[in-house]
């Protein structure tokens, strides 16, 4: 059967980041920074008639399926095959820039089901985790060359997994007969490295620590807070960027970073005299996140971590 991903806060997403009755032009543009297989994209391309988008996607097997699915949408859509960080920093069309800006930072079903790259703990297929064919490291690279105390460490501040210790030295100890490569296989170390109450809980006890390794291959968080400032200089005055989050390690970068846009002041408070502009760059759209209702989250399990956050620029950055 045909593995189809449910964009999330899809209605949610198509009221904050509406287009109507917005002085962005005839013809407004929006960029898709994380395209997948192209859910949101197709929504706003269905309302919104005169909306152009840019779908960026540093995965160009999944770029591939968003493509035949955008197809009808013809030259109102068009792609970017990278990393959203790199396109964002090279973005130079004064002329033309974006009156919306949205990112999805879910992880596609077709990732975690379909792409044969060890993303689902469930699944025996190699360890690889990469989004990016041209991302240097895969999972099994990670595990096999951080030592165990650099292993624990990544494993707790990606994954904020209780237990990163005992699953490092596990790992370890695993290691030391034979070089790890399968997803499964290293869900087995787990399980078997943390207590026994911990494993018939409410999640996998793999389920932090895949996410951690899957964060440290791309290299997730590291990215987060420079698009976040390149893509809000390339957005145009009166323009709304929108984020989705999954997880609180990412939630907490763009609740600090759209706080700090909307600060009159961000100079540090020991210091005497502004020298920042004393001006906001942007309004919060979102005073708090919104959430996915009831209704979705019974359709769509995976949607019940999702958090949107949305601000409109104000004023350009100094």
Not at 26 to 40: Q, R, V, Y
Not at 84 to 90: C, I, L, Q, R
Request: charged content about 30%; some cysteine.
């Amino acid at each position: 059967m045909e593995i189809v991903h449910t964009s999330v806060l899809l209605n949610e997403c198509l009221s904050y980041l509406s287009p109507e009755n917005e002085n962005y032009g005839d013809s407004p543009l929006m960029i898709d920074s994380t395209l997948g297989e192209g859910g949101h994209s197709e929504a706003f391309l269905t309302k919104y008639k005169n909306l152009r988008i840019i779908g960026i996607d540093a995965d160009p097997v999944i770029q591939a399926r968003a493509k035949e699915r955008l197809a009808p949408f013809g030259e109102r859509m068009s792609f970017y095959s990278g990393w959203f960080d790199d396109f964002y920093a090279e973005y130079n069309n004064e002329a033309d820039r974006p009156s919306l800006i949205l990112f999805d930072l879910g992880i596609s079903l077709f990732h975690y089901e379909k792409s044969g790259r060890g993303f689902s703990f469930r699944m025996d297929e190699p360890l690889d985790m990469r989004l990016s064919p041209k991302a240097d490291v895969s999972a099994a690279d990670l595990i096999q060359s951080l030592n165990e105390n650099d292993l624990a460490d990544m494993i707790y501040a990606y994954g904020e997994e209780r237990y990163s210790r005992r699953i490092a030295s596990a790992i370890v100890e695993a290691r030391r007969s034979a070089r790890i490569e399968n997803a499964k296989d290293l869900a087995d170390i787990i399980y078997r490295a943390v207590p026994a109450q911990y494993r018939h809980g409410a999640i996998h006890p793999a389920t932090k620590t895949f996410q951690a390794l899957r964060i440290a291959v791309n290299k997730e968080l590291e990215r987060l807070p420079r698009v976040l400032d390149s893509a809000f200089k390339v957005l145009k005055v009166g323009g709304k960027l929108g984020v989705i989050t999954f997880h609180s390690l990412e939630d907490r970068i763009v609740k600090v970073h759209f706080r700090n846009l909307a600060k009159e002041c961000i100079c540090p408070p020991e210091q005497a005299v502004c020298t920042c502009g004393g001006s906001r760059r942007a309004d919060l759209l979102t005073r708090k996140p919104v959430d996915p209702t009831p209704e979705e989250i019974k359709r769509n399990s995976p949607s019940r971590s999702a958090r949107l956050r949305v601000v409109r620029k104000v004023r350009e950055s100094i």
